[in-house]
Each structure stands twice: as C-alpha cells, then as structure tokens.
C-alpha cells in the first residue's frame, strides 16, 4: 500500500485514535508514518518505570527549549515521543478530561462546535472508565481509565487534608464535578502502560485496510498547488514518498506539526521566505500562541517509612519488577500519582486554576535525584499562564532541530498566582490529617516566606508538566492567527488537516493527554463527514459561592 486514501503522520495519542476510527471504514486505505520504534521492553510497559522512557533518545525527540529569559536562561527539557504511541507511550499516564469551561472558552474563540456538549459524547465514547461517574464516564470505549490501590496512606491523608482546609471532595473529577481533592486516574490497563498504541493502534493493525510505516521522518507535504497530495519521508539515506488520495492529517505534535507545516511552507510569509522556503499559504499563527504548564514541587519530610524511599534501593526495585513481569501487579503497575486536587485561586474564579499531584515520596520527575529520607511532595501549578511562546524554524533543512521558546513566567500574573500556590500547599501540608506523618519542609524550606524568595525559589526550580500546545491554534476560517479551521482543515490550502494538541486554541485543566486523543476522535468523524454524536445536555458542577469565595 504504497498509495492511501489518507496518510496519518504520527502515532501518538491522537494519530493512533484517528487511525483506529478511519480504518473502520473499508473504503479507506489508511497509512500511518512514524518516525519512532517498538514499544515493547518493561521500560515502557510498566507504569512504574515512567522517568525512564521519556528520558531515553530511543524514545524521546530530545527537545529542549531556547534559554528561557525569565527563568535566568534556563533550557527545559520538551520531550516528545518518538516511538508508537508517541507522547502516550513515555507521558505519566495521568488521565484529566478538562474542565468543562475549557472546552465552552474554545467555542468562544472560535472553534464552532467543539463546547463541552459538542466533546462530551467523545470522550465517552473513547474511555472504559473504571469507577468513573455513571452516565457521564464510557464504559465501551479502547482506553482504559482506572485508579490505583491507594497502597500509602498518605494518600488518604491528602484528600482529608484538602477537606480539612475547607475544599471540596469530588467523587470523579473527570465527570461533572472537577473541583476539589480525589482519587486520581491512570491509563493503566491489568497492569500495563495503557497507551495509544497499546488500545487503539494494535487492535487496528490487524485490519487489512490500515498499515505502519514505522523508522520514518516526515519531511515535507507534498503539494499539486494548492491541494496536499502526499508526504516526503527519509528512510535510513534515501528519499521516499507517499501518495495519499484524499487527505494528508497532521498529528506529530504541537512541536512537530508547525514545524513540518513550515518546512512544506505554510507559516508566516516573511519568515519562509528568509530561509528560502516557497510559501503555499501564508499563515502567520503557524508555530504562534505556543502554551505549556508549569510546576513545582512542595517536598516535605515523613515520620514514618510509609513512603516510596523505602524502596529506593536494587534490591527492592529488582523485586518490584520481577513482580511486575510476574503477575502485572505490585508497585510496578501504578504511576503513583494516586491522589490529587483541582481548586480555584481565589474568589472570582469560576473553575478551577491550580492543579495538584500528590506523590508519597520526595523526588524529582526524571528520577534522578531523592531527597534524603522518606518524603512526600505535591506537583502543584497554575492552569492557565498567560504567558505565550512560539516554535520557529532554524532551517529549511528538515534534519535541523526546530528553536522553542516559551517565554515562560513572562506576564507578571504568573509569579503572584505561583506564589499563591505554593502557599496555598503549604496550608494543606499543615492540617490535621497530615500531623502524624509531618516532618520538616525540604523544599522550598521553611526559610523561603517572602515574595521576594518565593519568586527567586520559583525561577531556579520550576518545571514543565509537559503538555505543550497551541501551535496550530484552531478558530474561525477569517481569523488571521487561526491555522485551522473547526474541523482541522488547515487554512488556505486544500486536503490537510492538523489533528492534534497543536491545535488547542488554549490549554485545557489538567494533564493534555486525555483531550487529544478526544481530537483524533472527534475529526476522524469530521473527515469521514459523519454527523457528530449527539451532544450532551449535562451541565457541570460550579460552585456556588465561587464569585464571594475562593472555597
């Protein structure tokens, strides 16, 4: 199947969903072009082992970000996946739907039909959830959604604290209620990674009409004029190209995307043509409006060794990992992020704008380095940072590493609602619930109490959470800076679409894996010209007070 009726490029969270749904038409013939490898090998089929893959080149693109201006020129490390089930495959498997306003804000930006009635039924439709809300959550869907065993009581200890500081509780934050303390969800499976790969692309490659090129780059679109007509890949030394029918879709990231949308030249006129590059369509939002979230990590001391250091040793991991291979079960087969918040900031804010994950142990997200002793720590973050960066060309050679600048911490609203939060940890951290197991504060320490340290604390150690997006912002088909229009189809040209996080016209609450695979979901109908599901009429749970209260 040298030729297709549509080429995917990219396996990842939304390609592989996008994959599955076209090639269960068998009218198409539906190609799939990635530039990664096999995800077999426990690195990343055992939850547990999650620092591991997205820190390993076989795996991971290897992107970082320029020198970050307002973090004193620090360079954060972008890692997207490179192998079969893309960032899925390498992600911390945390599963968050968004708020339903999230999705209501894209509709007001412009992308017409994508308000959280118009997604809702996506998302049911895509999720078995396991202990979700009933009526809201799917129970048929590929990808498993579940909860772990919740081993550490600190876990518990979270959720009352919260309570305790006067928050609410929520039974499932991805149903109708977001906001509060819960049990947080995987995309683990009987024990195993759950990723695109492993519950929409293997299912799929076993239809006649779907095939995996995998080892391949994509370097340009092909075009007759103005109308997409095939992709130029690198294969080992050589050249190659596939032809596609009908159309060419577009899901290698929101670091990729852009970049290969400006190599086949769409992007900003000026810009293209500086490198040399023949423009297509001029669109100047291409690789623009570039978002992310960042966090912290509020680390404090344990009195009891009920945490995860006590197995911070070979012996111990060489145990959990013969268990693992064993049985699929054990502390191998969680991600450990088994507990975690959605709250507002303050009074005024309709939804929640901070985001917790809670970890019975005191260590970085890479793995690589422990606090001394037996720790917990909360990952907390503002939602919705209104700083805004951009993916650029250095150029026109498709090898070249593309520059990403995120301009992180650039609006001054970002500093005051980082210095809310880590205050806000430190409110919860000194509840009840948490004076059996409370030592010191590790980090930042209880030395860092003015504005002035908590801002020099937050510039040294603030990270990404990981969920890039933006860069091919969706909107309406007049608007200068959209890229595509609501139903992915890039603007100014004709048989292209984008179908990924990329096109997000602002980050959604939470972790960005669930929503893109809602993307691939939802313009797969869109491409077939099916009508959408029928939209959901739930409203979401707001709460009450939120003008006068900020809890």
Known sequence: ???????????????????????????????????????????????????????????????SSDPEPYLGGRRLATPRGRVVGGSSSINGMVYVRGHARD????????????????VAPYFARMETSHGGEAGVRGSTGPLHVTRGTKWSPLYDAFIEAGRQAGYETTADYNGLKQEGFADM??????????????A??????????????????????????????????????????????????????????????????????????????????????????????????????????ITLYKHWNLFSKALIGARWLLTGTGLGASNHFEACAFIRSGAGVEYPDIQYHFLPFAVRYDGKAAAEGHGFQAHVGPMRSKSRGRVALTSPDPRAAPSILFNYMSH??????????????????GQEAFAPYRGKEIQPGAAVQSDEDLDGFIKEHV????????????????????????????IGVEGL????????????????????????????????????????NQEPWIHPDWRTSQR
């Open 1 to 63: 199947m040298q030729d297709a009726t549509h080429i995917v490029i990219g396996a990842g969270s939304a390609g592989a969903a996008l994959a599955y749904r076209l090639s269960e038409d068998p009218a198409n013939r539906v190609l799939v072009l990635e530039a990664g490898g096999t995800d077999a090998g426990p690195f990343i089929q055992m939850p547990a082992a999650l620092s591991y893959p997205m820190n390993m080149s076989r795996y991971d693109w290897g992107f």
């Open 185 to 198: 969800e995987m995309t683990v499976w009987r024990g195993r990674r759950w990723s695109t790969a492993n």
């Open 200 to 305: 929409y692309l293997k299912p799929a490659l076993k239809r006649d009409n779907l095939r995996l090129v995998s080892g391949v780059t994509a370097r340009r679109i092909l075009f007759d004029g103005t109308r997409a007509t095939g992709v130029e890949i690198a294969r080992g030394n050589g050249i190659e190209t596939y032809s596609a029918s009908r159309e060419v879709i577009l899901a290698a990231s929101s670091i990729n995307s852009p970049r290969l949308l400006m190599l086949s030249g769409i992007g900003d006129a000026d810009a293209l043509s500086a490198l040399g590059i023949p423009v297509i369509a001029d669109r100047k939002g291409v690789g623009q409006n570039l978002q992310d979230h960042l966090e912290l990590y509020i680390q404090q001391a344990c009195t009891q060794p």
């Open 463 to 490: 990270e990404s959470a990981y969920p890039p997006c933006g860069t091919c912002r969706m909107g309406d088909a007049g608007d200068p800076m959209a890229v595509v229009d609501p139903e992915g189809r890039v």
């Open 103 to 118: 999705f209501d804000t894209w509709e007001a930006m412009g992308a017409k039909g994508w308000a959280y009635r118009d």
């Open 497 to 536: 679409r984008v179908a990924d996080s990329s096109i997000f016209p602002q980050i959604t609450n939470g972790n960005l894996n669930g929503p893109s695979i809602m993307v691939g979901e939802k313009i797969a109908d869109l491409v077939m010209g099916k009508d959408p599901l029928p939209a959901s």
């Open 412 to 429: 001054p609203d970002d500093w005051a609602d980082f210095r809310k939060a880590i205050r806000l940890t430190r409110e919860i951290f």
